[in-house]
């Protein structure tokens, strides 16, 4: 069973054209996942996160990584930037996002935002 859980540290900042720019601090069990990049036929960490985050803005989005994992690999800590239109406070982003990835995942998001 695969698991995505994730951090968000609160950051954001105001964008020109009215978005918001958010980092998020992710961790996850990349045991079921083709790593990091988005991949045509495959599972990626990206390319849940842009589904996940896309249902938000009811478009498509890009999730841009600080770094890339291998099929398999786990990681803790690592850090993507997403830029939307709508805006959110951070708790508010993390509890819709951790709620419709559990259900694409069946596992539950980790306890809190900080642990």
């Known amino acids: 069973m695969s698991s995505l859980r994730g951090r968000f540290d609160g950051s954001k900042t105001g964008q020109p054209d009215g978005g918001m720019n958010y980092k998020l601090l992710i961790q996850y069990d990349g045991t079921d996942f083709h ?9 990626t960490i990206q390319g849940e ?17 600080s770094g890339r994992t291998d099929a398999g690999v786990h990681a ?12 959110f406070t ?17 596992v539950p998001p980790s306890a809190g935002k900080n642990a």
């Open 90 to 106: 951070p708790g508010k982003l993390y509890s819709i996002l951790f709620k419709r990835i559990a259900e694409r995942t069946s």
């Open 35 to 43: 790593g990091w990049q988005v991949q045509e036929n495959d599972r």
């Open 76 to 87: 803790e800590g690592q850090v993507a930037n997403v830029h939307l239109n709508r805006s």
């Open 49 to 65: 996160l842009e589904r996940v985050i896309g249902t938000l803005e009811d478009s498509e989005v890009s999730v841009v990584g």
